[in-house]
């Protein structure tokens, strides 16, 4: 399985290395070797953790800061369960609006119904496509990321263990049936468990701009939430309605004037 080839191919010291602790770490080595100007951030989903423990590590060397999508820090007990259920719910709201919508390009199906025609397809030439990527150990390098960073970061929840994987596979199954099933990062068999993340607490004076989105589904806009309380009074919330995961640079509007005003001229929008 993944953790034994991880095992095998990797030394210990460097699985343990892989924290997102780290990554703040090498961005202030970047930024003082490039010559130690305060710098302006911009993060998005997973990219919105690495900023804000960068910004409770090092606050004096930040100019401006957009995190858009935000992922929390500590982990959530039951968080998987509650975002299938949330993207199920996405999922028919597409379906809804692809059948109101004239130019819908799968509106003589329906969406959901494309899904699967689509997952049929994969499905008959499943086998071509295996056969065809690099050997174990390169296919474990890269699914094995965003596991071995989890991890290294001491995401062991108590509900993701191997043992219980099969029950999460189901209840997230019965949640999402459109979706489909899905289960939370297992750390129990992980050759490495780490240290955790600090928790978020931003001193310093930069202004820093969260961005959520009131229809993503991946990551809810209760934790972009949380991320400004967390982050204090130097912190503001801008929220999109439109659907989809992230906000910024995804089209003109909005959105991007809010960004833009920030990094050129320093200034936040009214909170929410």
Not at 41 to 48: I, L, P, V
Not at 78 to 91: H, I, K, M
Not at 121 to 137: F, K, T, Y
Request: glycine share 8%; hydrophobic share 40%; aromatic share 6%.
């Amino acid at each position: 399985n993944l953790a034994a080839t991880c095992e095998a191919n990797y030394d210990p010291e460097y699985l343990a290395s892989l924290t997102t602790v780290n990554a703040a770490r090498d961005m202030e080595s970047v930024r003082i070797a490039l010559g130690a100007e305060p710098l302006d951030y911009f993060g998005a989903s997973y990219g919105t953790a690495i900023g804000s423990v960068y910004a409770t590590m090092y606050p004096d060397s930040i100019r401006t800061m957009i995190l858009d999508a935000a992922v929390p820090t500590d982990p959530v007990d039951g968080t998987f369960e509650s975002r299938a259920a949330e993207v199920e719910q996405a999922l028919v709201r597409l379906d809804t609006s692809c059948d109101l919508w004239l130019d819908c390009p799968v509106r003589d199906v329906g969406f959901l119904a494309a899904i699967e025609q689509v997952r049929a397809r994969l499905a008959l030439i499943g086998a071509v496509e295996l056969s065809s990527l690099p050997d174990s150990e390169s296919r474990a390098g890269n699914s094995g990321a965003s596991q071995a960073i989890a991890c290294a970061d001491g995401w062991n929840l108590e509900n993701s263990t191997s043992d219980e994987l099969a029950g999460q596979v189901e209840r997230t199954a019965a949640l999402a049936p459109n979706a489909g099933p899905g289960w939370e990062t297992p750390c129990d068999l992980w050759p490495v468990t780490g240290p955790g993340i600090p928790a978020v607490a931003y001193t310093g004076d930069a202004p820093i701009l969260v961005v959520g989105g009131e229809a993503d589904a991946i990551t809810p806009l209760r934790w972009s939430e949380d991320l400004v309380a967390e982050l204090g009074p130097n912190a503001s919330l801008l929220i999109g309605e439109e659907s989809g995961h992230t906000k910024a640079f995804q089209r003109p509007g909005c959105i991007d004037d809010h960004v833009f005003t920030l990094l050129f001229d320093g200034e936040l929008p009214e909170s929410g």
